[in-house]
């Protein structure tokens, strides 16, 4: 069973800085893309910032220079550091993963797109 597990989030000031990080843990054989999602109240979720397994990345406008997305792939990790929040980024900050994982109850390789439950980053004014 693949899941992911974000962690990090929390009430901070405008201006300061939080990180977020999200572990995929399982029988996983590679992860290749990796995305950071983030839905605000009576809004879609929508991308924040994404990253291959070699390390090209893309960002929305809103955060570029202020966000950066990295991974650890030694240890299935995925992190967001933001900088200079405002309150406008108060949202639910969800990860996402391209996941080949052995499935040991069927007895097959399988490849999804996994999401972690979120977390909640809060930036007040």
């Known amino acids: 069973q693949v899941q992911l597990v974000e962690s990090g989030g929390g009430l901070v000031q405008a201006g300061g800085s939080l990180k977020l990080s999200c572990a995929v843990s399982g029988t996983i054989i590679s992860i290749d893309t990796m995305g950071w999602y983030r839905q605000a109240p009576g809004k879609p979720r929508a991308l924040v910032a994404g990253i291959t397994r070699s390390g090209h990345t893309n960002y929305v406008d809103s955060v570029k220079g202020r966000f950066t997305i990295s991974r650890d792939n030694a240890k299935n990790t995925l992190y967001l550091q933001m900088n200079s929040l405002k309150p406008e980024d108060t949202a639910v900050y969800s990860c996402?993963?391209?996941?080949?994982?052995?499935?040991?109850?069927?007895?097959?390789?399988?490849?999804?797109?996994?999401w972690g439950q979120g977390t909640q980053v809060t930036v007040s004014s």
């Open positions: 996402n993963a391209d996941v080949l994982a052995y499935e040991p109850s069927r007895g097959l390789n399988t490849r999804d797109v996994r």
